[in-house]
């Protein structure tokens, strides 16, 4: 039996990764790599499926024992991936989607070399910044602050090998089963241009009070 491959998909938050990566864990394409978390759990989340819910002490351990493929502090609770479920699935022939900010995407590659790195970028800034807007949970000067954050993200994704332009959900979706079938677009020796476009049309999307370019 082939060995599955660990795909890190990381991106701006607004960008559309967690609707690619749910509907390629609904059509069985892909498994997901479930985190540890030190926190308590919350409405309807399912343990071992959600999250593992662990002790401090727990988590410790893990850590000390070298068992997590990434982890950190956020808000005073602890998360990390540990590593013996997501190879366990790979030794099994399963492809597994590790969804995870660029940190930690970068601890996961230094732990399994052999992950593929894609990064999910908006259609541009204007479809960033409206889709965080929706969502309703940033002030203003929270959304400037988010979009700055989301520009210094974009400018990583030199450190990704494919990337996604998620302008059309259906057609990301089928880009990263392309790039599981050994398609997909790579990332280029020179990510300027992507770079530079952003940067532009950021500066386009502080048009406050209205928020709307």
Excluded: W
Aim: aromatic residues 8%; glycine residues 8%.
């Amino acid at each position: 039996m082939a060995k599955g491959r660990l795909f890190i998909v990381s991106g701006p938050s607004g960008a559309g990764k967690s609707s690619i990566c749910e509907a390629l864990y609904k059509d069985g394409s892909f498994e997901r790599s479930i985190s540890m978390t030190t926190r308590a759990r919350r409405g309807k989340e399912i343990p071992g499926v959600s999250y593992y819910y662990v002790t401090d002490e727990e988590f410790q351990k893990t850590e000390d024992e070298g068992g997590f493929l990434e982890c950190a502090g956020i808000y005073g609770h602890r998360y990390g991936t540990p590593k013996a479920p997501v190879l366990e699935k790979l030794d099994q022939g399963r492809d597994v989607i590790l969804e995870i900010e660029m940190q930690g995407a970068m601890q996961a590659k230094n732990a399994y070399p052999e992950a593929i790195m894609v990064f999910i970028l908006p259609p541009s800034m204007r479809t960033l910044k409206d889709r965080l807007i929706k969502r309703g949970t940033e002030d203003e000067d929270q959304l400037k602050k988010r979009m700055r954050e989301s520009l210094a993200e974009i400018r990583r994704i030199k450190d990704y090998q494919y990337y996604i332009i998620n302008d059309d959900l259906k057609h990301s979706i089928e880009e990263l089963k392309a790039i599981g079938e050994g398609g997909g677009t790579p990332v280029p020796a020179d990510v300027s241009d992507i770079i530079k476009r952003y940067e532009e049309e950021e500066d386009k999307c502080y048009c406050i009070p209205q928020l709307t370019c």
